[in-house]
Structure formats: structure tokens, C-alpha cells
């Protein structure tokens, strides 16, 4: 059996990649893809906590169905938005996105 220390290490790399994407990105696409990447380290870390906590409840399965469930809404409404800056502006670059300023 793998040990609870290594899916934590592994969740926490891939949350640092995220957040590096995050931070260093100027593609909103890439930014969407590094969010992602950071929600599914949560995943991990639901799942592997779950396992070893209490595997006889469900908790931490539907914890991670709902985080599943809001990466793909938050993955859907932010491509539309993205496609629709990118049809007014012909950018995705995210310094450049002032659509709100007056």
C-alpha cells in the first residue's frame, strides 16, 4: 500500500505547477489549463485523505465529484468567455483583457 505522505507530495507538486502557471501565464487559455491542474491536486488530496480516513463512508467521493463537477462548469463558462474576448479583441492575452474598464 502507497503511503498517505506520498499522494500529498505528489498533490502538492502538482498544485505548485498550477500555481506557477497560474502566476507566470499571460495565455488565458494556459492560466484556465493551470487552475485545472490545481483542482485536480484538491482531488487528489480528497481522495487519498478519504482513503485513509474512513473508506466505509462516501464523503470524500462525493466531495471529489463536486470539485469534478465546478472544474468542468468553471471550464466551460471560461472558454466561452474567452472565445467571445477573443471574437471583440482577436487576443487572449491576459494583460490585455481591460473589457471592464471604462
Known amino acids: 500500500m502507497i ?12 498544485f505548485c505547477i498550477g500555481l506557477y502557471g497560474v502566476i ?3 495565455n488565458a487559455v494556459a492560466i484556465l489549463m493551470s487552475v ?3 483542482l485536480n491536486a484538491v ?3 480528497l481522495i487519498a485523505f478519504w482513503r485513509y480516513g474512513m473508506p466505509e463512508q462516501v464523503t470524500g467521493m462525493a466531495w ?5 463537477t465546478v472544474a468542468a462548469a468553471e471550464a466551460a463558462v471560461g472558454l466561452a468567455l474567452l472565445i467571445a474576448i477573443y471574437r471583440t479583441r482577436e487576443s487572449v492575452v491576459a494583460e490585455e ?3 471592464l474598464k471604462n
Do not use: K
Open 3 to 14: 503511503p498517505l505522505s506520498w499522494y500529498l507530495l505528489l498533490a502538492a507538486a502538482l
Open 24 to 26: 507566470a501565464r499571460r
Open 36 to 38: 485545472e491542474l490545481m
Open 43 to 45: 482531488n487528489i488530496n
Open 64 to 68: 471529489a465529484v463536486f470539485v469534478l
Open 97 to 99: 483583457l481591460d473589457l
